[in-house]
T-cell receptor
Framework: KQEVTQIPAALSVPEGENLVLNCSFT??????LQWFRQDPGKGLTSLLL?????REQTSGRLNASLDKSSGRSTLYIAASQPGDSATYLC?????????????????FGQGTILTVHP | DVKVTQSSRYLVKRTGEKVFLECVQD?????MFWYRQDPGLGLRLIYF???????EKGDIPEGYSVSREKKERFSLILESASTNQTSMYLC??????????FGQGTRLTVV
């Protein structure tokens, strides 16, 4: 069974810092890995998607990397701002074994709660 | 823009009621998912559908059932609502190997 772990569980930083969020998964047979942001009481907003054949993706101040063989991904946020405060979740698609219907399943980590203070 | 729409933002139901949560997507996605989210427990998969009329149990299916009669609509059914089903419910959709999109969530309170 695929398991996803995110470290740290919470992070509080002053505005302007560069920071790294970590995600690890147990089964490397994945289709892709996706990073999401969630504001309190709201749904999930997709930030970045990395296909299993890719090493990284960038969007603005965000950069996500993927090392599939070691089961790790990092989300790098440059020059953090108070508006970045949210919960960040990573999710992997697949990992239940080759073929079969479970291969489209999306498994989440517990999330990292980020607070950026002015 | 991809849209995943959940029928209600907030819902209050009584214990024992049958509750329907509806989710509609407009991108012809094969996969649809229902999760619940509780503090300290993260997102837990209730049911997953990989095509019309096809479904698979997730990690916590007990007390729930689902229906997918049309590709764009995935319904979650609480057969007899209980207070321990008070939670945030999130619906998502995706193609088999691509990006997943989420609805805005339904906060269900069972009293």
């Amino acid at each position: 069974k695929q398991e996803v772990t995110q470290i740290p569980a919470a992070l509080s930083v002053p505005e302007g810092e560069n920071l790294v969020l970590n995600c690890s998964f147990t089964d490397s047979a994945i289709y892709n890995l996706q990073w999401f942001r969630q504001d309190p009481g709201k749904g999930l907003t997709s930030l970045l998607l990395i296909q299993s054949s890719q090493r990284e993706q960038t969007s603005g101040r965000l950069n996500a990397s993927l090392d599939k063989s070691s089961g790790r991904s990092t989300l790098y946020i440059a020059a953090s701002q108070p508006g970045d405060s949210a919960t960040y979740l990573c999710a992997v698609k697949g990992g239940e074994g080759v073929g079969g219907t479970s291969y489209g399943k999306l498994t989440f980590g517990q999330g990292t709660i980020l607070t950026v203070h002015p | 823009d991809v849209k995943v729409t959940q029928s209600s933002r907030y819902l209050v139901k009584r214990t024992g009621e049958k509750v329907f949560l509806e989710c509609v997507q407009d991108m012809d996605h094969e996969n649809m998912f229902w999760y619940r989210q509780d503090p300290g427990l993260g997102l837990r998969l209730i049911y997953f559908s990989y095509d019309v009329k096809m479904k698979e149990k997730g990690d916590i299916p007990e007390g729930y059932s689902v229906s997918r009669e049309k590709k764009e609509r995935f319904s979650l059914i609480l057969e007899s609502a209980s207070t321990n089903q008070t939670s945030m419910y999130l619906c998502a959709s995706s193609r088999q190997r691509t990006e997943a999109f989420f609805g805005q969530g339904t906060r269900l309170t069972v009293v």
